[in-house]
């Protein structure tokens, strides 16, 4: 069965500070990929980064990156140098890429980060 | 370039009323994704398309709800009879699939429907 976990509800640090937000998954497909989406306080959801299955080397974006350990079924989101903009909620989700997968999007419940000055 | 649209962003019905919502995919995207998004239930999946045709409606209620793409340029999601409980923010989503079932998905802002 396809599923997301986010196991940290929410978050709290210091701006200019690392932070990482954990992902877990479950799919049975070998082909998969992984999403990091951040929803703002206006309630607009914004694509970040993401990783394909296939990819050994983890996806970097600005001030994101991932730490894609595929053995554990994880895909963590790591954003460094944080700002008071980036407090926000942010979502893990999957998409199964195998044959017979339509490509709808499974997400996790969110973690909410808040960044403080 | 536009992101994708959607309208109205705010809706409130009468329970037992219809409910449409409108979205305009990214220009050149192939496939639109419906969404729904509530406190306990988080992100759920209803209903997608791909070059206009349904493809898995998997997620979408069996009853009062349907979907439809008549054009490239936009989708619909029509809920009848609307009941308290259908009240969420409903999300479109749009991506290219050009290569696969691979490709981003990139959200609109969301109708959020308040059933009385």
């Known amino acids: 069965a396809q599923k997301v976990t986010q196991t940290q509800t929410s978050i709290s640090v210091v701006e200019k500070t690392t932070v990482t937000m954990d992902c877990v998954y479950e799919?049975?497909?070998?082909?998969?990929?992984l999403f990091w989406y951040k929803q703002t306080a206006s309630g607009e959801i914004v694509f970040l980064i993401r990783?394909?299955?296939?990819?050994?080397e983890n996806a970097t974006v600005g001030h994101y990156s991932l730490n894609f350990q595929k053995p554990k079924s994880s895909i963590g989101l790591i954003i460094t140098a944080t700002q008071i903009e980036d407090s926000a909620v942010y979502f893990c989700a999957m998409r199964e890429g195998g044959a017979g997968n339509t490509g709808k999007l499974i997400f996790g419940l969110g973690t909410t980060l808040q960044v403080q000055p | 370039n536009a992101g994708v649209i959607q309208t109205p962003r705010h809706k409130v019905t009468g329970k037992g009323q219809e409910a449409t919502l409108w979205c305009e995919p990214i220009s050149g995207h192939s496939a639109v994704f419906w969404y729904r998004q509530t406190i306990v239930q988080g992100l759920e999946f209803l209903t997608y398309f791909r070059n206009q045709a349904p493809i898995d409606d998997s997620g979408m209620p069996k009853e009062r709800f349907s979907a439809q793409m008549p054009n490239q340029s936009h989708s619909t999601l029509k809920i009848q009879s609307t009941q308290p409980q259908d009240s969420a923010v409903y999300l479109c989503?749009?991506?290219?699939?050009?290569?696969?079932?691979?490709?981003?998905?990139?959200f609109g802002p969301g109708t959020r429907l308040l059933v009385l």
């Open positions: 799919t049975r497909d070998s082909s998969y990929f």
């Open positions: 990783q394909d299955s296939y990819k050994k």
């Open positions: 989503a749009s991506s290219l699939e050009g290569q696969g079932v691979g490709d981003t998905q990139y």
